[in-house]
């Protein structure tokens, strides 16, 4: 389908065309969390608890070693076109699974095979997700549907772990697949229909080059030379090393240390996703904050004083609330965050500068986890919390350090 340039709308969460858009997301989400729990069942029916980790941790490698590359594809291809072909191979592959698993008994291979699947095209995907906002609407609105997407993914995440559990429970693994499958696909006819902004005849990539090589070597110069994206990305990833750890295996440690318990840790986690949901909220409705640069910077030193007074806090009643606040203050940083990505950057970098950020999420600061578990058998909870709250911090003082961040403004 031939783009086509669509009119300034005023609203985000009023224009049909956003809105399209955020189904589309949010179904193409529901249909991710389907999958993994689908894929984690079939692994742990088919192997032992060993192969099972192996299947679930496969499509880390290729996502990780791709990303950069998918960035390249999307700016080159454009983010439509390259959302909705891995959407059709997603679904294809999952739903061929789901054949495969109802007709046979064929063991861990072809979910290994799909991990792969899934791990390689999740390297073009993510980055074209994240460079498709700006070509739905007009910079004034990308703050807002930042915060509709934060929506959206808290949505999936409530939604999708009933749905996949659901599906196991009706027809095991190969019923679950085929709803992830299905789910995925509803978002394939809801992208034809959404209209993209094409490029205007100035907003070319600096440097832009006649090979995937030099498009990416310029992508990276581009963000390393901007005066904002530049320390917006060690922002991030001092951030995410400092959150990622203490939030996944130290909650789960510190839950146990306290007997806790399960149900403990899901409360403490549950108060963390309301936060999280509610700053969403916050920039759906309001659609822009003043001083975006700074709030992002003071967000996340408070962010990181509240996660280092959760491993000292005594009662599971009080870790929910600091667990909220986390959420909260978590939340905002991480959409302001990702607003300044999308305003910042020139939509025909977009693609590249969104791969770079996922990298940074989603190829180092999981390396944290088992650093963060380690250390908290030699020195315990508290110290490896403070430490790494600490490091989150030191991400927020360079957003207020360097001038052109600090003074970072959404457009109005």
Known sequence: MTAT??????????????????????SSM????????????AAVQAGSPSQAGVVMAVSAVPRALLLLGGGVLA????????????DIV??????AVAALLFLTSPGLWPLAVLGLVFGTVDAVFMPAVGALPARVTTRDQLARVQGMRGLAIRFASVVGGPLGGLGVAVGGAAAAFGLAGLL?????????AVRVRELPADDKAPARGDTAWRDLVAGLRYIRRHRVLAPLMLAIALGDLGFVGPLNVGLALLADERGWGASGMGWVLAGFGVGAGAASLLLTVRGRLPHAGQVAGYAIIAGSVAIGALAYVPTVGAAVGVALLVGLLAGLSGAMCGALLQTQSEPACLGRVTAVSSLVSLGFAPLSMPLSAAAIGVWGTGPVFVVSAALCGLGGVIALSVRDLRRAELPK
């Open 5 to 26: 340039l669509i009119a300034p709308p005023a609203v985000a969460h009023r224009d049909g065309n956003v809105l399209r858009w955020l189904a589309a997301y949010t």
């Open 30 to 41: 529901i249909g991710d969390s389907v999958y993994y729990i689908a894929l984690s069942w």
């Open 75 to 86: 700016d080159r291809l454009g983010p439509r076109k390259v959302v909705i072909g891995s």
């Open 90 to 95: 997603r679904c294809a592959a999952v739903l």
């Open 184 to 192: 995925i696909a509803v978002s394939v006819p809801l992208l034809m």
